[in-house]
């Protein structure tokens, strides 16, 4: 059964409404059909929305809510991963893995011996990058929370986020 993250707005009652890159994963990657059972998260509460495809819209999936399962797969405490910038791309590696550990929230830190100091406008597509890892492996591994990545921050700033 697939998992996919919606926003909360997108559940209302029994409907459920994906839209965007879930939509095209759906239809066009997964071909899936009216009838086949999916698995919704808002990513904010520890729920797991079971529900079946009942129609296709011009770009979007209209869902109808089977039962809510009280997902019980997340830690019971919240953990944060301060994460010194590494060189190269193993940053991407290390979101998925610790998103997979069940790691609330990455907060990317840029230190004084830091190899990797991307400018800003390179920063904020990294980011992006690391919140779209982030959320495939929380699809993956089938959490029911989104983890947060946060914006690379430098060290002082860390200091005072934790």
């Not at 019971?76 to 791309?89: A, I, M, N």
Request: net charge neutral; with cysteine; aromatic share 6%.
């Amino acid at each position: 059964m697939r998992h996919f993250f919606v926003d909360p707005a997108a559940i209302q009652g029994k409907d459920i409404l994906l839209t965007g890159s879930n939509f095209n994963h759906i239809k066009n990657v997964l071909r899936m059909r009216t009838g086949d059972v999916v698995s919704v998260s808002n990513g904010i509460d520890n729920r797991e929305y079971r529900c079946h495809i009942e129609s296709f819209g011009e770009n979007e999936v209209h869902c109808r809510l089977d039962f809510i399962k009280e997902a019980d797969v997340e830690l019971p405490v919240r953990v944060t991963l301060f994460q010194g910038l590494p060189k190269g791309d193993k940053m991407d590696f290390i979101v998925e893995k610790s998103v997979e550990l069940g790691v609330s929230e990455i907060v990317p830190v840029s230190c004084s011996r830091s190899v990797l100091r991307p400018d800003p406008g390179k920063a904020k597509n990294r980011v992006e990058r690391w919140r779209k890892k982030a959320e495939a492996a929380a699809k993956q591994s089938r959490r029911s929370i989104l983890p947060e990545v946060h914006d690379i921050c430098d060290f002082g700033q860390a200091l005072e986020m934790g």
